[in-house]
């Protein structure tokens, strides 16, 4: 027994352990499923208490009292509780892209006010802009670092001017703007639907694959993608432009490329010594990435073609260049003239040959 407990001791210190994102990953997994166990658990024996107490109520003829009703999380604020009140703060505020007098602000309140702004709270989202309109209207229960299981504040989108679409479940989705009197509750169809090239995206309400949005019919409806597991997609993507995503974690990375015709195809990335970074809102419908050559140094590699052909160019860090985005949602840019940078000396391979899924 002490060989064999050697031998296996040996053995374990051979093999290389998994890469950092897949440990992460792979723990997080862990932890929903004992979330989700406990949760099991505990309305399991919730029931059972129920029907243990309605039969002791029929078998002695006398009617049990009902149960206090239990204490809310968070108070029952309105909105105007929220905003502008003294123990308020701003979460997140984003300006239209097309009037900067139309902004709209994100408060958060806590019922126990915390210097760090850690706690279990409560959301109002206010819409005003240039010419006197205000919406005011309740936002999310948020979470905090002691309670990971409560659901986030959701994403917010500009889909046109001076509306943003919130993306959210329990309450939502919305549409909010400043004329609206009250938010537009949007009708979705999580049955997936499969549409050609050039469909237009956006983040689902669950924030989990891809939807598109009918302003007019004010409807959102969830689009078939390939089941690629680990993959990013590149949101939004204009009109006319396909759909892409970078799929893994850590170096096993690979291109998800939707073609002309409406299918999907993958093209493997090479590894990168650091590295590999979405690069997003490409103008002419790019598919393109950063990945890091050296540590003051990326390169910038863009296919015009769907992942037919790729041109790689030398870039310094998106960081220090500026292209990168935090709100609605943290990603790098292309910058808009990419191809007046130079060309990269001793690049990195490119990806390699396209495979149908």
Request: net charge negative.
């Amino acid at each position: 027994m002490s060989d064999l407990r050697s031998f296996a001791r040996d053995t374990e210190r051979s093999v290389d352990p998994p890469p950092f994102e897949v440990m992460i990953a792979g723990r997080r997994r862990a932890r929903h499923r004992r979330a989700a166990f406990s949760v099991a658990a505990a309305v399991a024996a919730v029931l059972a208490l129920a029907l243990a107490l309605a039969g002791l109520g029929q078998l002695h003829h006398k009617q049990i009292p009902a149960l206090p009703a239990p204490q809310l999380l968070v108070p029952d604020w309105t909105a105007d509780q929220i905003v502008d009140h003294p123990d308020a703060f701003v979460v997140k505020q984003l300006e239209s892209h097309t009037d900067s007098r139309t902004v709209l602000t994100v408060w958060e309140r806590c019922p126990h006010p915390d210097p760090h702004h850690d706690c279990l709270g409560r959301e109002a989202i206010a819409v005003v802009d240039g010419s006197g309109h205000r919406l005011v209207t309740l936002g999310a229960v948020t979470n905090s670092s002691q309670q990971p299981s409560v659901a986030g504040d959701g994403l917010l989108r500009e889909v046109a001017p001076g509306v943003w679409y919130w993306a959210h479940q329990h309450p939502g989705p919305y549409l909010v703007s400043a004329t609206m009197r009250q938010p537009v509750q949007l009708t979705v169809s999580d049955r997936p639907a499969t549409h050609g090239f050039g469909a237009p995206s956006i983040e689902c309400a669950d924030q989990v694959g891809l939807c598109t949005l009918d302003l007019n019919a004010r409807t959102l409806g969830r689009l078939a993608i390939p089941q690629v597991p680990d993959t990013r997609w590149a949101t939004p993507t204009a009109l006319g432009c396909g759909l892409w995503g970078l799929a893994g974690v850590g170096a096993n990375l690979r291109l998800v490329i939707q073609q002309r015709d409406g299918s999907f195809a993958s093209a493997d990335l090479p590894t990168a010594p650091y590295s590999t970074t979405m690069a997003e809102g490409g103008p002419n419908c790019e598919v393109a990435y950063y990945q890091n050559v050296t540590d003051n140094r990326d390169q910038l590699v863009v296919s015009l073609d769907h992942g037919k052909t790729w041109q790689i160019r030398q870039t310094p860090l998106p960081q220090v260049a500026g292209y990168y985005e935090h709100q609605p949602r943290d990603r790098f840019l292309i910058p808009p003239h990419w191809a007046d940078l130079p060309p990269m000396t001793h690049p990195l391979k490119s990806p390699g040959t396209l495979h149908p899924l």
